[in-house]
């Protein structure tokens, strides 16, 4: 899955930014209280994409 693709998904689900770090992006989602990293390549292996928006209520 493109990178992009999967911030969609978090911003439609009310997921925000919290901050950029070298290697990974930090999501929250402010309803469940629940902190992801997402690795800033351009392309994300599925099972993980899968994995991070199971756990920020997004799927």
Same mark, same amino acid.
Request: charged share 35%; with cysteine.
């Given at each position: 899955?493109?990178?992009?693709?999967? #911030?969609? @998904?978090?911003?439609? %689900?009310?997921?925000?930014?919290?901050? #950029?770090?070298?290697? &990974?992006? $930090?999501?929250?989602? *402010? @309803?469940?209280? =629940?902190? #992801?990293? =997402? *690795?800033? &390549?351009? #392309?994300?292996?599925?099972?993980? %994409?899968? @994995? $991070?928006? @199971?756990?920020?209520?997004?799927?």
């Amino acid at each position: 899955m493109k990178r992009r693709d999967l #911030e969609r @998904k978090l911003r439609i %689900a009310g997921c925000l930014l919290k901050r #950029e770090g070298a290697a &990974h992006s $930090i999501w929250t989602n *402010p @309803k469940t209280g =629940v902190t #992801e990293t =997402v *690795p800033r &390549h351009n #392309e994300i292996k599925e099972n993980l %994409a899968r @994995k $991070i928006l @199971k756990s920020m209520n997004a799927d």
